[in-house]
């Protein structure tokens, strides 16, 4: 049977780059490839950066113009996925993300994606007025299946919205790499920064953990005059976080950058490590990109990455800054620990293969659809 499969906007409005788009795109991708399933995404233009060449009605000079304005851009894509919605002439319907106008729409079965449960086990780091809370649970309890990201995910939604395990599948998310490159190490045509340094990569709020971790790296920094800690992403530093480098006395050692892909693989490439002490995530692309671009990764030591990460990871406890600061120590003075965790990273990168993750979602598609 050949499977209709149709993904609505939400997602390639709402990020021009980023993982969950990302996902989806690679979802759309990997079904066009394939005999039997269609993929459609319902929107009329996306600045997306994944779906730049996806022919959708409005992709073009015109639709450029017309969506200068925001809200329309919002607006004439919610519209158009719903009348995609309306006219039923899909066998599968995936929403990219929570905003639940679809449920009174849809007549064929949903299928929704849960990356994480963030906001409901770590509530006091959001704002107590976001409407998404409510909004994914609506999705979850309308959805025929739900694909969890990972193992941790899927407990979460069976302890806080105690989902039946028979509807949740997990699929860990793929790893894509160019079919030139499988099993290489890609070298980046990127200039090295100029001096030794750690690299922490994205957002830096609230459960991020970043000020517990700063505090711990700072005497690292002070005490060798030729590291430095670069943090990719996450926009420039805000006012609070300016104060705390001064206090700290780092100021002149941390240093922000916005890199495009190519730059950030180079930063993974001539990093000493790549720190994560992240409080909880539902899976950590990051650490996956570490694996491939042959850098040491040290993380907290929460569920989630030990499942991703197992033995090809340096644990620390995220709440205690001895525990980080001795174990980017260790990994910087013990070469030959540094070197196992960068051999086991590859091996471990061989367990997220794109290719596995995209059968497993099309497996779920083929289930719902009977």
């Not at 750690?198 to 830096?204: A, Q």
């Not at 459960?207 to 926009?235: H, M, R, W």
Request: aromatic content about 12%; some cysteine.
């Amino acid at each position: 049977m050949m499977i209709k499969l149709l993904i609505d906007y939400q997602t390639f409005i709402l990020q021009s780059y980023g993982g969950i788009s990302r996902y989806f795109a690679n979802i759309h991708h990997a079904a066009q490839a394939r005999e039997d399933i269609e993929s459609r995404v319902g929107l009329l233009y996306t600045r997306n950066y994944y779906l730049k060449d996806y022919p959708s009605p409005l992709n073009n000079a015109l639709g450029q113009c017309l969506m200068k304005k925001q809200s329309r851009y919002h607006s004439w894509n919610k519209a158009y996925s719903r009348h995609l919605i309306s006219k039923n002439d899909y066998t599968v319907l995936h929403p990219s993300y929570y905003n639940p106008y679809y449920i009174k729409y849809a007549k064929k079965p949903v299928v929704i994606t849960v990356h994480d449960m963030i906001h409901e086990r770590l509530p006091e780091y959001f704002d107590p007025g976001d409407f998404y809370v409510r909004f994914k649970r609506l999705c979850i309890e309308n959805a025929a299946h739900i694909i969890a990201i990972s193992e941790t995910t899927k407990r979460d939604l069976q302890e806080i919205l105690q989902v039946e395990e028979s509807r949740i599948t997990v699929v860990h998310h793929g790893y894509q790499m160019s079919p030139d490159l499988a099993g290489q190490h890609e070298e980046v045509n990127v200039r090295k920064p100029d001096s030794n340094y750690l690299l922490f990569v994205g957002d830096r709020k609230g459960y991020k953990n970043f000020p517990i971790f700063l505090t711990a790296v700072s005497e690292l920094l002070k005490t060798d005059q030729t590291l430095k800690l670069i943090c990719a992403g996450g926009g420039p530093f805000r006012e609070a976080e300016q104060e705390m480098l001064m206090r700290l006395k780092v100021k002149d050692k941390v240093i922000q950058v916005s890199p495009t892909d190519n730059e950030l693989k180079s930063l993974y490439q001539h990093a000493i490590a790549f720190i994560f002490p992240s409080l909880y995530e539902g899976f950590g692309l990051p650490i996956l990109e570490s694996f491939k671009n042959n850098c040491p990764v040290i993380a907290s030591n929460n569920a989630c990455f030990k499942e991703i990460g197992e033995d090809a990871i340096a644990y620390f406890d995220p709440h205690d800054q001895h525990s980080i600061a001795a174990t980017i120590k260790e990994v910087m003075t013990n070469e030959p620990f540094k070197e196992k965790l960068i051999s086991n990273g590859r091996k471990q990168l061989e367990k997220f293969s794109m290719e596995l993750c995209m059968e497993k979602t099309m497996a779920v598609y083929r289930k719902v659809s009977g």
